[in-house]
């Protein structure tokens, strides 16, 4: 089975503050797994991806086997980052499985 | 360059009726997939396009279909609607069948009455 599971549909923080959205998966095989983000009123777009093990506006993401986690971080919450933040797993069949996403509330 | 668009913006319809929507991949990507998102849910994968081929199909019953055109747009079909495929439906386009990196369109908006 194939399943991305994001356990808090709302994450409201002040800014400034740590964030850290979790997101944990089921996949037998190796995991490929992504973060996609959508502002206000804009279209789904990629954030980051666990292979390139970047950093993009400040997030970070570390996939854990073990754990079978890839939470997302950032250690100083801005405004700009509310948005809803979905995990998505590369699956059986070169498909993406989502998580049902969590709303990331920055609270100035 | 232009991005992925999708028309039309809403729709809606009534149940057992048909239902056609439409996507244009962007500039240079060949392949296209379409997905359902349910309100409060993740986008849930339908099926996938290359090539003007099915490449790959989630669990969606037959009367979801599709189409890709040799400009590589593509369409959604679905018929005998029913109340629950009341949707946000997504296309996103990609170089290749790799899913490493697909930019989404801004959806469909689709009710179903």
């Known amino acids: 089975a194939q399943r991305v599971t994001q356990p808090e549909k709302l994450l409201s923080v002040f800014k400034g503050a740590p964030v850290e959205l979790k997101c944990n998966y089921s996949?037998?095989?190796?995991?490929?797994l992504f973060w996609y983000v959508q502002y206000s009123r804009q279209r789904l777009q990629l954030l980051l991806r666990?292979?390139s093990r970047e950093s993009i506006k400040g997030f970070t993401a570390d996939l854990n086997k073990g754990e079978t986690s890839f939470h997302l971080k950032k250690p100083f919450a801005q405004e700009e980052d509310s948005a809803m933040y979905y995990c998505?797993?590369?699956?059986?069949?070169?498909?993406?499985?989502f998580g049902a996403g969590t709303i990331l509330r920055v609270k100035s | 360059e232009t991005g992925v668009t999708q028309s039309p913006t809403h729709l809606i319809k009534t149940r057992g009726q048909q239902v056609t929507l439409r996507c244009s991949s962007q500039?240079?990507?060949?392949?296209v997939s379409w997905y359902q998102q349910a309100l409060g849910q993740g986008p849930q994968f339908i099926f996938q396009?290359?090539?003007?081929?099915?490449?790959g199909r989630g669990n969606f019953p037959p009367r979801f279909s599709g189409l890709q055109f040799p400009n590589y747009s593509s369409e959604l079909n679905v018929n005998a609607l029913e109340l629950d495929d009341s949707a946000l439906y997504l296309c996103?386009?990609?170089?290749?069948?790799?899913?490493?990196?697909?930019?989404f369109g801004p959806g469909t908006r689709l009710t179903v009455l």
């Open positions: 996949y037998s095989g190796s995991p490929e």
């Open positions: 666990h292979i």
């Open positions: 996103a386009s990609s170089q290749g069948t790799y899913v490493n990196e697909q930019f």
């Open positions: 396009y290359y090539r003007e081929e099915e490449n």
């Open positions: 998505a797993l590369k699956g059986y069949g070169n498909k993406l499985v």
């Open positions: 500039s240079g990507h060949n392949t």
